[in-house]
């Protein structure tokens, strides 16, 4: 079975201090990871999608890499605008999405 | 990217009754999903919904409980029939284009059930 395991589960952080996100991943054959914002009270935003070991893509302050076992999402010099909760999700062979809990970041100004 | 417009974006119901919600997409797709987010977890996928098939559920996930339609490849309903408090969550929906692509939410539905 398909396992995504997120850490740390909040994040508090103070404006400008860059930190990073953890996704580990169990999945039989990997067709896609997938990172999402999701603000309180909405759905998912779409944020990246990694393919391949050593992958890397990068959005204003956010920057996603993928290993063979887990997934980072670093965030650089993080505004109070940042704070959401992250997602990380894999799709396996049967093409089905698997989320993980996520973590809440919250930036303080 | 496409636009995904759920209705209602929220509703207090009472136990035994049944809720529809509705899932317009801006865009002709194939594959529209419908998912579960109890508070505090993350996504649980409850069903597939193909045009012109019986929706896929999945383990744990009946069709009497929540009965899906796909009436053509731009709107869908999930119907949460006859409600106990632990349906309370919020239900979104959501469409890929591809196998292997991205997908799309929509805001999501709020239910609690009282």
């Known amino acids: 079975e398909d396992q995504v395991t997120q850490s740390p589960e909040a994040l508090r952080l103070q404006e400008g201090e860059s930190s990073s996100l953890n996704c580990s991943y169990t999945?039989?054959?990997?067709?896609?990871l997938f990172w999402y914002r999701q603000d309180p009270g909405k759905g998912p935003e779409f944020l990246f999608t990694l393919y391949s070991a050593g992958e890397e893509k990068e959005k204003e302050r956010l920057k996603a890499t993928l290993t063979k076992k887990e997934s980072f999402l670093h965030i650089t010099a993080p505004k109070p605008e940042d704070s959401a909760t992250y997602l990380c999700a894999v799709r396996s062979v049967d093409y089905k999405l698997s989320f993980g809990a996520g973590t809440t970041v919250t930036v303080r100004a | 990217s496409a636009v995904i417009s759920q209705k209602p974006s929220r509703d207090i119901c009472q136990r035994g009754t049944s809720l529809t919600i509705q899932c317009q997409v801006d865009s002709q797709v194939t594959m529209m999903f419908w998912y579960r987010q109890q508070p505090g977890q993350s996504l649980t996928l409850i069903a597939t919904a193909n045009q012109g098939s019986e929706a896929t559920y999945e383990s744990g996930f009946v069709i009497d409980k929540f009965p899906i339609s796909r009436p053509n490849l731009t709107f869908s309903t999930l119907t949460v029939s006859n409600m106990s408090p632990e349906d309370s969550s919020i239900y979104l929906c959501?469409?890929?284009?591809?196998?292997?692509?991205?997908?799309?939410f929509g805001q999501g539905t709020r239910l609690t059930v009282v």
């Open positions: 959501s469409v890929g284009e591809g196998m292997t692509t991205e997908a799309f």
């Open positions: 999945v039989s054959g990997l067709r896609g």
